[in-house]
């Protein structure tokens, strides 16, 4: 069981890391953590989410705590329902992107400030396996609540746009068809997997997987889309796709929607440190101000709060909006892109041709037996650089930059490397992997 208790969530396949018993635990050790007395519910399309639902609602209602099940959501969707239903906390039940038989819990405090491994989930952990929870002395309520209206409105309230554009959606058979699910009308959608199977029947529901969005892409060019959009499992992250069916970096689009953000006035804006040069020169160029965050959801929602910032972009495909509690919401993303789209009248490839301009090796995982000694080589051999190590170790030249971080949670090192040429972008990745792989 420990296992499942991760760096950003609780996550395991069904029936073997995670059944109902533990979910009852885990709703009475979640309740026990934070004293929370009103909590928000969702869950995915996953055959045993309903189930998992029903087990972990108990075990918060005999803490005393009251249940508002927010039914089928998605993850943006529920933590707009913890922040505007004024709750203690949230649960989303989901395993996002990973295959069927999984399934999980992301879990907020109120206004959807997320409980990391290092904020509360190992916490969680000890008091389910001591089963060290208080006896309380009332159940609390369990009701229902559809916040799709709510959300829909939220999402519409940015719409700028004064044309419908075709958009070709890849849902994934996912939770992307409630995350869009009010602001359909206000675009031409050509749907791709568009009903609910937890068993994901088409492909992996992970944008980050580029083969998974090869059907997207020849759907763009066949139908003359102005734009493609592939949802996750869960909806919180999402892939983009340009009008010649190319993808669109994760990092660069970061870079596109600030454009739209910053016509507002200037504003603060984070990317984390793996994105390309060329979004901090866009911010830059645009009125904002760029600061770097380092990877992972809990870290830059946190670094949003203090400085304030009203978006950040990860690489991985998560965009942060102050605007919905500084959670995800990629029916805003997409909102944002018709905005910038209809603005500047132009094909979307022309908006992202002026940001291709370096070349990335893209992150590169190494299996290691020991990280320290490999990061001491790489610390002496590149202190000539402008050398920081706000998430691992990352160095700075007039024409090149690399990143190298230990993962969270396996034996592996991840790198990434940038350059203003090919030849040299290749020549540093290869310089470096091969003291990262002996």
């Known amino acids: 069981m420990a296992e499942i208790f991760k760096a950003y969530d609780i996550r395991g396949v069904y029936g073997v890391d995670l059944d109902e018993r533990i979910a009852e635990d885990i709703g009475r050790a979640y309740i026990e953590f934070t004293g929370a007395r009103k909590v928000v519910v969702g869950r995915d399309m996953r055959p045993h989410s309903e189930p998992l639902f029903k087990a972990i609602a108990r075990g ?21 329902a913890n922040g505007m239903l004024g709750a203690d906390g949230s649960v989303m039940i989901t395993a996002s992107h990973n295959p069927g038989e999984w399934n999980g819990f992301k879990l907020c405090r109120a206004n959807a400030i997320p409980i990391s491994g ?44 004064d044309r419908k554009l075709k958009v070709v959606v890849d849902f994934a058979n996912a939770m992307g068809l409630y995350e869009i699910d009010g602001i359909r009308d206000l675009f031409d959608i050509v749907p791709m997997y568009d009903t609910l199977d937890g068993t994901f029947p088409n492909h ?71 994105s390309s040069r060329a979004v901090k ?111 691992g170790i990352s160095s700075e030249y007039s024409n090149w930059w690399f990143n190298v971080r230990a993962s969270n949670t396996e034996p592996l090192l991840r790198l990434i490397v940038e350059a203003d040429t090919a030849e040299l972008m290749e020549t540093k990745r290869d310089e470096l992997l091969a003291i990262i792989r002996g």
């Open 204 to 274: 992996e529901a992970n944008p980050l997987k580029t083969y998974t969005l090869d059907a997207i892409r020849a759907k763009v060019k066949e139908v003359g889309a102005d734009f493609g959009a592939a949802f996750d499992g869960d909806a919180d992250r999402c892939g983009f796709i340009d009008d010649r069916g190319e993808v669109i970096p994760m990092d660069l689009f970061t870079a596109l929607i600030a454009q739209d953000i910053l016509s507002g006035g200037p504003a603060t804006i984070l990317y984390d440190l793996r």
């Open 118 to 161: 290092a904020t509360g989930i190992m916490d969680i952990k000890r008091i389910v396996e001591n089963r060290s929870w208080s006896r309380s002395d009332r159940t609390g309520d369990i009701s229902s609540y559809d916040i799709r209206p709510q959300y829909a409105k939220f999402l519409r309230g940015f719409v700028k746009f």
């Open 281 to 391: 020169e866009c911010i830059e160029s645009n009125g904002g101000k760029a600061v770097q965050c380092r990877v992972g959801h809990a870290f830059i929602k946190a670094q949003m709060r203090e400085l304030d910032a009203v978006f950040a972009g990860e690489l991985s495909g998560h965009y942060y909006y102050k605007q919905n509690f500084t959670t995800e919401s990629q029916g805003l993303s997409m909102v944002m892109l018709a905005n910038l789209l209809c603005k500047k009248n132009r094909p979307l490839h022309e908006l992202v041709e002026p940001l291709r301009k370096y070349f990335s090796s893209g992150e590169i995982n190494s299996k290691v037996a020991d990280v320290k000694p490999i990061l001491d080589k790489i610390r002496a051999r590149y202190a000539d650089g402008h050398m920081f190590e706000l998430d």
């Open 60 to 80: 918060m209602s005999e803490q005393g705590a009251d249940v508002i099940d927010l039914g089928l959501c998605s993850t943006p969707q529920s933590y707009y």
